[in-house]
């Protein structure tokens, strides 16, 4: 298992080897630096990587595409996206991300990135273990800090002290 060695990946690392050991399966882990461990995994060179993933817009489709999409599963390929660099050849999955995109009724879209969800989280190499959640603090008197769900959308333009 390829891990980040510092906090918290260490310790996650160890908790995912010790319940494996529960059921007799051996986990070796090998931590290094971020960059070393990512690097192993975007070449496709792990059997398991605990990592970290945010949407880069607030958008489902940063998501669908990171990991249902995946057009082309050769080496070769340009698009090395979560669902490549785990091997996961899903073209059914491919069409819906691909229709989910073009598709202009609110509510239709939502349900085709729903169904998608289900599927990955059902039948996926992913196991999704926890959501980091950050807290925000301001004093009395502080206004307008704005903190959105995703790093891209915390303002601190109209931040104002009285």
Known sequence: ???????????????????????????????NDNKQTLGRY????????IGEWSAD????????QGFVWNPDNSDASSYKMLAWRNAWDIPGLKKETNAALAESDTKKRAQLYLSMQKEVLAKSPFVIMFQKVSQVAARPG???????????LVSYRNIKKQ
Not at 42 to 49: C, N, S, T, V
Not at 143 to 151: A, M, Q, S, Y
């Open 142 to 152: 502080v206004t307008g800090l704005e903190v959105g769900p995703i790093n891209d």
């Open 57 to 64: 817009y607030i958008d489902p489709h940063s998501n669908a």
């Open 1 to 31: 298992m390829d891990v980040r060695n510092d906090y918290p990946y260490s310790e996650i690392a160890q908790a995912v080897q010790a319940n494996f050991a529960l059921a007799n399966i051996k986990v070796q882990l090998m931590p």
């Open 42 to 49: 975007r070449a496709r060179a792990h059997d398991i990587y």
